[in-house]
């Protein structure tokens, strides 16, 4: 199986920060509420401060597999987890200063 290829990146680089932002929850959050809440903070991040920093928190997680893909020379997996996370830039930038 060939793995470098840009869509293979950009589902990791999808589903990684979700990983990432449970790390977060038991790192940062676990003593001030429950999982499910936490979660369901994520459900409507509308007018919530915590919901972009938790979300940029988790998306270091992709850093990883970026620097893994990149020092073996697989550079559209690699292009796919870096458009990955500049679509969740993107996101977390329009979460904290337009909506």
């Given at each position: ?57 988790g ?21 796919g ?19």
């Open positions: 199986m060939n793995i470098n290829k840009p869509v293979w990146g950009f589902f990791v680089g999808l589903l990684l920060p979700f990983l990432g932002d449970v790390i977060v929850y038991f790192i940062l959050f676990h003593n001030q509420m429950g999982l499910n809440e936490y979660l369901m903070t994520f459900k409507h991040p509308l007018g919530n401060d915590m919901v972009p920093k938790a979300m940029s928190l998306l270091l997680i992709n850093l990883a597999p970026f620097m893994y893909y990149t020092n073996k020379r697989l550079d559209g997996t690699s292009r987890i870096l458009s990955a996370t500049v679509l969740y830039f993107v996101i977390i930038v329009l979460l904290k200063y337009v909506w």
